[in-house]
């Protein structure tokens, strides 16, 4: 075969490839058509993989293949990993992602310098500058989420200022390169200054906007992936590095909108601290509590229940006596459904891998437009480790940190049932009034082992008294 | 402005496009499968890194290449095997075993 003719079957290979991708997103749309997106996606993947090993640019083979032996050795295991630890392996891929977009950048660089057109360089320049702050950002966001760095916002004076000058220098740094690529030392202190720049960007975010960082640093390394592809022509890259970068704009802008509040805010704002101190000054008022006895009453004599979990309710790994709890009300006659706040969960979704996980079918996990218009028809609210998202004062109190944040109308249901270990406030820190009212009944202890007390109830061979 | 550069920004406006259209319609419910698979999706840059090693222009970018290999590949075959992993736990009440 005539290289001319090889070097258009592999391009056109990699055509086939990019309308593989944009399939295999289009059928993710629903959860029947959504298997055959992931192997589109994977036969995609694989012929562009195959047809690049063809590619006479390449020459040697053995260390290649050694590498993709190494890459799909660490691969596995973290495609193995459990459903609650997805977000952190979100968050270590969109690093991968990241590093290996940077580095090609980087070889790009030292192949071609000293002698570097400017327009070139200014791509590399920039391209390496957010695969470098989004390698690090990644990293330091799979610490906080894997609990090894604090997940409380880490903030000091200034800080912003700080760090858009750090970000300030490495744009210049890039700038001085297009006029001066020969400057190789430069080049390595603009790498540094980017890697300094991620970690100051996530180090200061808390635990609770993990959601909307994560994402936005998914919406980077993808961004970061078609910059490449502008670098080296190559517009598979430009077309999957797009997708991937639009998705995560996407869930970032759902992420922000589900927690009212602005991008510039999530990655100012060191939220979660500020109003810490508001919850601890409130007196202490009356509120109802049940037995597990009583809870089970209620929901036995209920005809319509809807389940609200929270992150709470994974930490516990409460999903399993969940999902016992639904079968047996199931079982009675009544109706189940769960209402899924869209920031539930570590990561966009994430609440609902855990329940399906769990074996809970998934046309009964409702997302909070869907769910809303049913709490004033629906008997019992039981909420399950999640506090904030069902906060009334979001609606109500202008004076609330959280006021316009969309909440689950949860106190709109006839009887509310919170199951929490103490009256302690949630992630923000905010007083929640749903406590104090009349209808609503707080069942404290342990998710799981207050679960599981209802589900023993309900079949009866609980207890004698 | 080079000829390169316009057309790879005329496929990357229309893909970004595109993508805003398409994954603007996937259900809430498979936010997570969604970003697991851009993220195998992404890691398509793996093809850029085998060509980077396979040329042996220098003993430098020869090895920062195979590095991008292994990381982009780690990429690819993880993205696949969770997403597939997630997907396979999403049942109907009626699909489900009594």
Same mark, same amino acid.
């Given at each position: 075969m005539s290289p001319a003719v090889l070097q258009q079957l592999i391009d056109s290979t990699y055509i086939l490839a990019a309308v593989g991708f944009i399939l295999a997103l289009k059928w993710l749309s629903s959860p029947v058509s959504a298997m055959r997106g992931v192997l589109i996606g994977e036969i995609a993947s694989g012929l562009a993989v195959a047809a690049t090993l063809f590619d006479p640019q390449v020459s040697q083979y053995k260390w290649i293949i050694i590498v993709l032996i190494i890459g799909a050795g660490v691969g596995v295991p973290l495609g193995l990993v459990k459903m609650t630890a997805v977000p952190q392996r979100t968050a270590l891929s969109h690093a991968f992602g990241a590093l290996s977009a940077a580095l090609i950048g980087i070889a790009e660089y030292y192949v071609a &310098? %000293?002698? *570097?057109p400017k327009f070139e360089m200014a791509e590399i320049g920039l391209e390496v500058i957010i695969g470098s702050l989004t390698f690090t950002g990644s990293l330091i966001a799979a610490g906080k989420l894997q609990e090894i760095l604090p997940q409380r916002p880490i903030t000091y004076r200034g800080q912003n200022y700080v760090s858009l000058t750090v970000l300030g220098a490495a744009i210049a740094l890039m700038v001085t390169l297009v006029v001066h690529p020969e400057f190789t030392h430069l080049f390595l202190a603009m790498i540094g200054v980017a890697l300094v720049f991620g970690m100051m960007l996530v180090t200061p975010i808390g635990g609770a906007d993990m959601p909307t960082v994560i994402s936005l640093l998914n919406s980077y390394a993808g961004f970061s992936a078609a910059l490449l592809g502008f670098v080296l022509n190559s517009k598979v890259l430009v077309v999957a590095g797009a997708l991937d970068g639009a998705s995560g704009f996407i869930l970032s802008v759902n992420m922000c909108k589900a927690m009212n509040r602005s991008f510039t805010n999530v990655l100012f704002g060191g939220f979660g601290q500020i109003h810490a101190g508001a919850a601890a000054a409130e007196e202490q008022r009356p509120v109802k509590s049940a037995t597990p006895e009583e809870a089970a009453a209620i929901l036995s004599a209920a005809s319509k229940v809807v389940i609200v979990p929270g992150y709470g309710m994974a930490v516990a790994q409460a999903q399993h006596k969940v999902r016992e709890l639904y079968d047996n009300l199931t079982k009675r006659g009544i109706d189940v459904k769960f209402a899924i706040h869209p920031v539930a969960g570590r990561m966009p979704g994430h609440m609902n891998v855990l329940l399906a996980e769990a #074996?809970? %079918?998934? +046309?009964k996990l409702l997302d909070m437009d869907e769910i809303n218009g049913e709490f004033p028809q629906t008997d019992v609210a039981l909420v399950i480790g999640a506090n904030d998202v069902t906060n009334p004062a979001a609606r109500t109190d202008s004076s609330s940190p959280i006021f316009g944040m969309p909440i689950l #109308? *949860? +106190?709109? &249901?006839?009887t509310v049932m919170v199951i929490k270990r103490s009256m302690a406030a949630g992630f923000a820190g905010i007083d929640n009034p749903l406590y104090y009212l009349d209808k609503t009944l707080m069942l404290f202890g342990d998710a799981k082992g207050f679960v599981g007390s209802i589900v023993r109830e309900l079949s009866g061979g609980g207890s004698h008294g | 402005m080079p000829a390169d550069f316009i057309s790879s920004l005329f496929v990357f406006i229309l893909s970004a496009f595109l993508g805003f259209e398409v994954i603007k319609r996937v259900s809430p419910l498979l936010h997570t499968p969604l970003m697991s698979l851009t993220n195998a999706l992404d890691a398509i840059v793996v093809v850029a890194a085998i060509i980077i090693a396979g040329r042996h222009e220098s003993r430098l970018s020869t090895i920062l290449g195979l590095v991008a290999v292994a990381a982009s590949f780690s990429n690819m075959v993880g993205g696949f095997v969770i997403t597939d992993r997630m997907l396979h736990m999403f049942k109907t009440g009626k699909a489900k075993k009594p």
């Open positions: &310098a %000293p002698q *570097v #074996d809970i %079918p998934y +046309d #109308d *949860v +106190d709109k &249901a006839h | -």
